[in-house]
Nanobody, 120 residues
Framework: QVQLVESGGGLVQPGGSLRLSCAASGSILRINVMGWYRQAPGKQRELVAAISSGGSTNYADSAKGRFTISVDNAKNTVYLQMNSLKPEDTAVYYC??????????????WGQGTQVTVSS
């Protein structure tokens, strides 16, 4: 069984920074892509950033220049460094992983979400 456990959310003032972490655990054979999505109240869930096992990254336009995604393959952990945060970044942030286990083909897994609130 695979688990994605997020941490690092919280309340921060505009212009501040937060670092989110997501650790994947279980009978993981191979992680193809890990990423972060977010969902604000009344809005659809959207991609924030993603990183492949080879290190290729993809960012939403709103995240470019402010957020940085990175991965520690040895720890099966993905990070999202968020700088220059804005009130519109307020949302629940979800970790996502496309991975294969010893028992199943590759599929998507989601974390439980962590709240990020940007407010003065």
């Amino acid at each position: 069984q695979v688990q994605l456990v997020e941490s690092g959310g919280g309340l921060v003032q505009p212009g501040g920074s937060l670092r989110l972490s997501c650790a994947a655990s279980g009978s993981i054979l191979r992680i193809n892509v890990m990423g972060w999505y977010r969902q604000a109240p009344g809005k659809q869930r959207e991609l924030v950033a993603a990183i492949s096992s080879g290190g290729s990254t993809n960012y939403a336009d709103s995240a470019k220049g402010r957020f940085t995604i990175s991965v520690d393959n040895a720890k099966n952990t993905v990070y999202l460094q968020m700088n220059s945060l804005k009130p519109e970044d307020t949302a629940v942030y979800y970790c996502n992983a496309d991975l294969r286990t010893w028992a199943s083909a590759a599929r998507n897994y989601w974390g439980q979400g962590t709240q990020v609130t940007v407010s003065s």
